[in-house]
């Protein structure tokens, strides 16, 4: 069959089910949302088999043309390609991290092998590849645009990334490693999910709610009522008489961060939250049929081995190879810098918590068997009581005034006063679930932007943390017409209960700004390219505009815009906004150390050259090495470290090794990576891989930028201006660096983000 024939064919069937599968059919939806009422689980499968013919049929046309290859017969062609698969992926993968049902969870696990085969045929294929190298080789002498140059650059390296020089047994097992990859890492996020919604803890006795703030047990009954566990019930699983469960009570606690935060903060029963720590930090890590460190060091083995056959010596060497950082050397001597300042300040931190422990000892209110040092399920608890010691902040006074509404009302308030948008919530979107919502958004002109969903509440069946995505990007289509974005943030924000709506804490507020600078990135984008649009930017680039956004959350003018009282409507008043802005540097160093130690154990996994190390090796395990294993060494700041001295190869205990990692950085006992090993999602599942830095390396950036705001202004048009010119409508249609220096006037300081963090 000719492959115009096959095209041709697979359209006709595309026509003839497109009353069946609403993917093959044109959206008729408001703004070309997907139709999510009508998406059925097994419409996906379908669509993305009819994508990948389409797309690979599209791919041999534009090899098949006679034409001498230029941008646009050879990389516009392919970057125009692939409609449908881009359409039907957008909705799987945004559903299959915010409401992944266990058929959704399949169906993802049957398609993740198509794509990857794809992407190798695309990626692998020599004839494809000496079209896009004749244009590659003479991009800055063809009259291109900088973004043609950048996106023919990005398509070149896409291949070389993925072994299209190499010969064909390299390819034969890149296919292989690419292949086992994606369903690793797809695993380790299925058993993160799991293992996060297995625990419970389930309260029933007053001692047992000491010092919970009335709010927080609104929600845990919520949580009590929602999973049916009546007083009935609670009695009954615990071996005692309904008569005796407290008024108000059950308390269903879990792992969520709006459950397990709160308690970790707030409890004053230290066997509970040593226990709801312990179930939080082994998560991935219990020996059990959702156990990841297996699967961690099978993920590992096969980055080394793909960063050997592409000629690097780590995954990290590879991996930071395009980043704005460039090496690994840099990463390690900018996390150190860091990383010492964040435990200095930690320890001035512990001494103040201590002096309380200390006392609460002195009055018998520890249990009699324990010691009275701060471990780290007393951080959150104690870290609390020094600020409301030190500056009087009781966060339950302050939650009334940031009920998640009037929050969200704030977000959009800044982003009309800086760059002039304007948001409309229309309640006849369709949405995935009853919890979204979604609101047009236009220009200073009245031009439309893009349309933005919020997924604020947690559910068993949504990823922990908080996340900006798209189901549509931004380009400009073969025709001419500007394909606007559709966006959505997603959070694990408290919910509302017990008749009170959702109050958001200060790190939940934050968080909300924080995410909604990724939406603004996306939104105001200005590509004619969607691989070059909006958030599509380097790893250690793209949280500038999310990180930046927060600086705006807690100053006292944009405060008075939306802090409200949800009962009276009050505005916040001018006592509590002091405490907050003096609080505002408070418990930094912990909060330094935490990221900067799971920056820096991000960055010895894949600084690794083997996952076997000899057998006096600190974090060797038991398991030997197979024949022909090759000894590991840490490949630290450009320096090659042994791992081991002698005896027989052997595999390596990933928590011996995070173990190793930490101490050898120098963090505290009363400190835990923010995220360990066995439950490092983003780096093991979530693209984030030797780039768990670029929280902190964007730190700089924006707290480097926001210096400029507070001088000129918060509001200064012409910086506003400047930063959406430059930053925000740019995607990756220019160097990051010199995005920045054109807006700012200068390269980045360290000093800024040390400045900001009370680290100096």
């Not at 929602?226 to 009935?232: F, V």
């Not at 701060?374 to 104690?382: G, L």
């Not at 939650?399 to 704030?410: H, I, T």
């Not at 790893?539 to 930046?548: A, H, M, W």
């Amino acid at each position: 069959m000719s492959r115009k024939l096959f095209f041709s064919s697979i359209l006709l069937l595309m026509m003839s089910c497109s009353n069946i599968n609403p993917f093959f059919g044109e959206w008729d939806t408001p703004y070309g949302i997907p139709p999510f009422g009508e998406i059925h689980v097994n419409d996906y499968i379908h669509a993305v088999k009819f994508g990948i013919h389409q797309q690979a049929a599209e791919v041999d046309a534009i090899i098949a043309k006679d034409a001498e290859p230029d941008f646009e017969n050879t990389i516009a062609a392919y970057e125009h390609s692939g409609q449908l698969l881009d359409r039907v992926t957008g909705v799987l993968f945004n559903l299959s991290e915010s409401d992944a049902t266990p058929a959704l969870q399949k169906v993802v696990e049957k398609v993740i092998p198509m794509l990857t085969e794809h992407n190798d045929n695309i990626f692998m294929n020599p004839y494809f590849f000496e079209r896009v190298k004749k244009v590659y080789d003479s991009r800055n002498s063809s009259g291109l645009t900088r973004e043609q140059i950048r996106l023919t650059e990005k398509l070149y390296r896409r291949f070389m990334s993925n072994g299209v020089s190499l010969d064909a047994a390299g390819q034969a097992r890149m296919r292989e490693i690419n292949r086992e990859l994606a369903a690793l890492e797809q695993d380790f996020g299925n058993n993160l999910l799991a293992e996060t919604n297995s625990f419970t803890l389930l309260l029933t006795d007053s001692s047992e709610i000491a010092g919970l703030p009335e709010s927080v047990l609104h929600s845990a009954a919520a949580e009590a009522e929602a999973a049916g566990i009546s007083a009935r019930d609670a009695a009954r699983l615990k071996g005692m008489d309904e008569r005796d469960v407290a008024a108000g009570g059950p308390w269903l606690f879990t792992l969520q961060n709006p459950s397990y935060v709160p308690f970790m903060t707030y409890s004053a029963n230290r066997e509970l939250r040593e226990k709801m720590f312990r179930a939080y930090s082994s998560r991935g890590n219990n020996g059990n049929d959702r156990d990841n460190k297996d699967i961690v060091l099978k993920i590992m083995a096969l980055r080394i081995e793909k960063a050997h056959l592409l000629g690097y010596e780590t995954p990290a060497g590879f991996i930071l190879s395009d980043k704005m950082a460039r090496s690994p050397e840099t990463v390690d001597s900018f996390l150190d810098r860091i990383f010492s300042a964040g435990v200095r300040k930690a320890r001035e931190e512990i001494t103040d918590m201590q002096a309380l422990m200390d006392a609460d000892a002195e009055a018998g209110l520890l249990p009699a068997d324990s010691t009275s040092v701060i471990r780290p399920w007393d951080w959150a608890f104690y870290a609390e009581r020094v600020r409301q010691s030190k500056y009087a902040l009781d966060e339950t006074e302050v939650k009334p005034y940031f009920k998640m509404e009037n929050v969200r009302e704030g977000v959009f308030a800044v982003a009309h006063r800086l760059y002039g948008v304007n948001f409309v919530k229309v309640d006849s979107l369709p949405v995935y679930h009853p919890d979204v919502e979604g609101f047009k958004v236009t220009d200073s002109d009245s031009s439309f932007l893009g349309i933005f969903l919020t997924d604020y509440y947690p559910r068993s069946t949504k990823r922990g943390g908080a996340w900006m995505s798209n189901f549509r990007n931004q380009e400009i289509s073969e025709d001419g017409e500007d394909i606007r974005p559709v966006i959505v943030n997603v959070g694990n924000f408290t919910k509302p209960a017990a008749g009170k709506p959702s109050l958001l804490t200060l790190d939940e507020t934050a968080t909300m700004f924080h995410e909604f600078g990724h939406a603004l990135h996306g939104m105001l984008t200005r590509c004619t390219y969607k691989d070059m649009s909006g958030t599509s930017v380097a790893r250690d680039f793209v949280e500038l505009p999310s990180q930046l956004n927060e600086n705006w959350a807690f100053q006292p003018e944009v405060l008075a815009m939306y802090a409200r009282h949800y009962e009276t409507g009050e505005t916040i008043p001018d006592s509590l906004v002091v405490k907050i802005r003096q609080a505002g540097k408070f418990n930094q160093g912990f909060m330094t150390t935490e990221l900067a130690a799971a920056s820096i154990l991000d960055m010895r996994w894949h600084e690794l050259t083997s996952v076997y190390v000899p057998s006096d090796s600190p974090f060797a395990s038991q398991t030997p090495a197979p024949e022909g294993a090759e000894a590991a060494f840490l490949v630290i700041g450009g320096k090659k470290i042994p791992t081991g001295t002698s005896g027989e190869l052997r595999l390596i205990d990933p928590v011996r090794f995070e173990e190793y990692v930490m101490k050898e950085a120098g963090l505290i006992e009363e400190i835990i990576p923010r995220y360990r090993t066995t439950y490092f999602n983003h780096i093991f599942k979530s693209g984030y891989d030797a780039g768990y830095y670029s929280y902190l390396w964007a730190e700089v950036l924006d707290k480097d930028a926001f210096e400029l705001f507070a001088k000129r202004g918060l509001f200064d048009s012409r910086t506003a201006i400047s930063y959406r010119k430059n930053i925000l409508e740019k995607g990756d249609s220019e160097d990051p660096m010199v995005s920045y220096r054109r807006f700012r006037g200068a390269e980045p300081s360290v000093g800024a983000l040390l400045r900001a963090r009370g680290l100096e």
